[in-house]
């Protein structure tokens, strides 16, 4: 079984934990924005996507090559300043059709957040949104920056790739649920 690794991103963060994971499992990585970024050539693939104003960068994507890759186990890595959980789920939920998210095994890998690289749109949107928080911790992370970039943070994706490549099954269908990032269903 062959895979491949397809990220979207906008400011580095996905680009080097796509490039970290790619090192780490083999696989070859190719930006979305690149011609040859074809998923229909794989078995499996793993889908790497920044989340900006709470979106996946990734969902355009998704949704033009939707027919190649939805019967396909996924591994998504999503890369924001949010930790796992109800919130950065419902963002996923929010990009992606639910039958994919419904199959995918989900890793949040904690990103980069550079205040001087934004354009002043949004650093506008990540003030008002600071401002709605009720978290005083990611309201600060939201008006100054953070930098969560951790190479560890992939090991369960070589893990889930390793698996999957030693069976016939999906990595879902190996990895045992505690364990497991994946998003609710919505």
Same mark, same amino acid.
């Given at each position: 079984?062959? +895979?491949?690794?397809?990220?979207?991103?906008?400011?580095?963060?996905?680009?080097?934990?796509? /490039? &970290?994971?790619?090192?780490?499992? +083999?696989?070859?990585?190719? %930006?979305?924005? %690149? $011609? @040859?970024?074809?998923?229909?050539?794989?078995?499996?693939?793993?889908? +790497?996507?920044?989340?900006?104003?709470?979106?996946?960068?990734?969902?355009? &994507?998704?949704? !033009?090559?939707?027919?190649?890759?939805? @019967?396909?186990?996924?591994?998504?890595?999503?890369?924001?300043? $949010?930790?796992?959980?109800?919130?950065?789920?419902? &963002?996923?939920? %929010?990009?992606?059709?639910?039958?994919?998210?419904?199959? *995918?095994?989900?890793?949040?890998?904690?990103? !980069?957040? @550079?205040?001087?690289?934004?354009?002043?749109?949004? !650093?506008?949107?990540?003030?008002?949104?600071?401002?709605? @928080?009720? /978290?005083?911790?990611? !309201?600060?992370?939201? *008006?100054?920056?953070?930098?969560?970039?951790?190479?560890? +943070?992939?090991?369960?994706?070589?893990?889930?790739?390793?698996?999957?490549?030693?069976?016939?099954?999906?990595?879902?269908?190996?990895? %045992?649920?505690?364990?497991?990032?994946?998003?609710?269903?919505?």
């Amino acid at each position: 079984m062959n +895979g491949a690794i397809f990220f979207s991103g906008q400011y580095g963060s996905t680009a080097q934990y796509a /490039d &970290w994971i790619g090192e780490a499992t +083999g696989l070859p990585v190719f %930006d979305v924005k %690149d $011609a @040859n970024a074809d998923p229909s050539k794989y078995d499996f693939l793993i889908l +790497g996507s920044s989340v900006i104003v709470y979106k996946l960068t990734i969902r355009k &994507w998704v949704k !033009r090559n939707l027919a190649s890759i939805e @019967n396909k186990p996924i591994i998504l890595f999503t890369v924001s300043g $949010a930790s796992s959980g109800p919130k950065l789920d419902g &963002w996923i939920a %929010d990009s992606l059709p639910e039958s994919l998210v419904s199959q *995918m095994e989900h890793v949040a890998l904690r990103g !980069r957040l @550079n205040l001087k690289d934004l354009s002043w749109w949004l !650093r506008l949107v990540l003030i008002i949104g600071a401002w709605k @928080n009720d /978290d005083p911790k990611a !309201r600060k992370e939201e *008006m100054e920056g953070f930098d969560f970039m951790d190479k560890s +943070g992939i090991e369960p994706i070589p893990k889930l790739v390793q698996q999957f490549q030693s069976s016939k099954t999906s990595p879902s269908q190996q990895v %045992d649920p505690a364990q497991s990032q994946r998003p609710a269903a919505v």
